[in-house]
């Protein structure tokens, strides 16, 4: 366990979109599981939040096949969003995270703009601090289209959301797009609170024994630090286009990571696949941005966000 909450740890309390955070580190949906799984290793109360597993309005068993396997640094995933389903979510999961006093963002996916309406609704309740849409998936109505890849679909599924919630609402913007500006553009005049980015980028692999992808489902979502630089670029972009606040991500593995969003634009940043490797990872950046603030003579890591635009 890294050092307590107090003393210098003030120099990163933060807000975003009326969110208080004791720091400005927080976990990416799908490698962080809902949070409790990692209570052993990481002060939850010291995160900005965490952004659990991603949920959806029926149960689901992800995909068939093998679902993960590493890449020159990185890995490729195609877990197909598996999850209990947010009735169990409601039911049984909430109630146990309110025993770790951190801020619960809960990431849905839906096929339909409805969808996301109907599940920011259920979600509207106590110990919610707020809903990312995670938009990188199909629309059936409009022939299997992905949401993040077309602005007026993206804008649509943020449009619905913010008629049936008033928790904030985060729209995770996914990389596989030709103009980064333009989606978020899009999603800020629809009413989005916050934008997260990035996604992960759409990849493969080939067995060269077997002739054949390694992956159940051919393709998956690349993450880790081989995404850093486009994911940098990206919040850095952004940054300079939009006035909501951000959250970056894509390989983050160390403070100096961090920083480097933070100095990009972000207001926050959250932590992803290096968790797979170092589940105490989220603590030592904290430590990390911290001893850089105290270094620079910086009293508030507000103070350092947005410096490199």
Do not use: W
Not at 80 to 105: C, H, K, W
Not at 169 to 193: F, Q
């Amino acid at each position: 366990m890294s050092r307590a909450i107090n003393m210098a740890d003030k120099r990163l309390q933060t807000s975003i979109a009326g969110i208080q955070m004791n720091t400005p580190v927080l976990t990416a949906s799908g490698t962080f599981g809902f949070g409790e799984e990692f209570a052993e290793f990481v002060d939850l109360s010291r995160l900005g939040g965490v952004m659990v597993k991603g949920t959806t309005l029926k149960p689901r068993r992800g995909n068939e096949g093998i679902r993960i396997t590493e890449t020159p640094m990185g890995m490729l995933n195609c877990i197909g969003l598996e999850n209990p389903g947010v009735d169990v979510f409601l039911q049984e999961t909430l109630s146990r995270l309110a025993n770790y006093n951190m801020n619960v963002i809960v990431n849905i996916s839906g096929s339909t703009a409805e969808e996301y309406g109907v599940l920011a609704e259920m979600l509207d309740v106590p110990g919610v601090a707020a809903i990312e849409l995670n938009v990188s998936c199909p629309n059936v109505r409009e022939g299997g289209i992905v949401f993040g890849t077309d602005p007026k679909a993206a804008a649509a599924v943020v449009k619905e959301a913010k008629a049936h919630t008033k928790k904030p609402v985060i729209l995770k913007l996914s990389p596989n797009v030709t103009d980064i500006v333009t989606m978020a553009k899009a999603v800020e005049d629809a009413g989005a609170d916050i934008i997260s980015l990035i996604n992960t980028l759409l990849g493969m692999e080939i067995n060269i024994r077997t002739k054949k992808p390694t992956l159940g489902n051919i393709t998956g979502g690349l993450s880790g630090p081989c995404v850093k630089p486009v994911a940098l670029r990206m919040v850095y972009q952004v940054a300079k286009a939009v006035k909501v606040p951000l959250i970056g991500m894509g390989g983050i593995s160390s403070a100096e990571d961090a920083i480097e969003f933070l100095l990009a634009g972000a207001s926050a940043v959250a932590v992803g696949t290096a968790n797979f490797n170092d589940p105490a990872v989220t603590m030592k950046i904290c430590d990390g941005i911290n001893d850089y603030l105290a270094q620079q003579h910086i009293e508030s890591v507000r103070d350092i966000i947005g410096a490199a635009l």
